[in-house]
């Protein structure tokens, strides 16, 4: 059965402190893994990871894939009390040979920066 | 432009009664979906449409729960005899296609909470 496991839950850290966030999965159909920020209620899209190796960066965060290991982590470098927020990752892992984006998620990560 | 948007924001409703929550998509997206989220968890999927009809609806828990999209934009969702453990917040999103790859970058409301008394 495909899953997303994210790890760890939580996570509590000071402001300037360095982050990394692991998602791993087992799919049997791999197309693409996605990261979304959410704070409050509506998920923010992050990133969108296709192919193994290549990092993805926006500002302090960036993310990489593993596909032979089946992994991914966002990195969230010298952290800010805005970054606190769940962290999702998730991708179309029981889309099977399906085309449209049927996302399952992850349990999610929630992050809180301390001043 | 303007993002996916949602109403109402919350909703309280007592258990037996009907609701609707309502979802306007990003103009221009051909594919909306559904999820809900329980406190703690990630989204899960419910429906997925693809213009105007369900392409997918596998992820609805019963026949109480019944979406439509009649003119390909926005969407209803609708739950019958509301039961306590259909509290929950209900996300939508859309994506600019529904194919491969584009299908899978999701735009996301802010959702609807509901609580179930």
């Known amino acids: 059965e495909d899953k997303v496991v994210q790890s760890p839950l939580s996570l509590v850290v000071h402001e300037g402190d360095t982050v990394t966030l692991n998602c791993s999965y087992e799919?049997?159909?791999?197309?693409?893994l996605l990261w979304y920020k959410q704070e409050k209620k509506a998920p923010t899209f992050l990133f969108m990871l296709?192919?193994?190796?290549i990092e993805k960066k926006s500002g302090r965060l960036s993310s990489i894939l593993d596909k032979k290991e089946l992994f991914s982590i966002l990195n969230i470098t010298a952290t800010q009390t805005g970054d606190s927020a769940v962290y999702l990752c998730?991708?179309?892992?029981?889309?099977?040979?399906?085309?449209?984006?049927?996302?399952?998620f992850g349990q999610g990560t929630i992050l809180t920066v301390h001043p | 432009g303007a993002g996916v948007s949602q109403t109402p924001s919350n909703k309280v409703t007592e258990k037996g009664k009907y609701v609707e929550l309502r979802c306007d998509p990003i103009s221009g997206h051909t594919a909306l979906y559904w999820y809900r989220q329980s406190l703690g968890q990630g989204p899960e999927f419910l429906i997925y449409f693809q213009g105007t009809g369900a392409a997918d609806d596998s992820g609805l828990p019963n026949d109480r729960f019944f979406a439509v999209r009649p003119e390909g934009s926005v969407s209803t969702l609708k739950i019958q005899r509301t039961e306590r453990g259909d509290s929950a917040v209900y996300l939508c999103a859309s994506s600019l296609t529904n194919l491969g790859v584009g299908a899978d970058t999701q735009y996301f409301g802010p959702g609807t909470r509901l609580t179930v008394l």
């Open positions: 799919v049997t159909n791999f197309r693409s």
């Open positions: 998730a991708g179309p892992f029981n889309a099977g040979g399906t085309s449209y984006g049927k996302l399952t």
């Open positions: 296709t192919s193994s190796g």
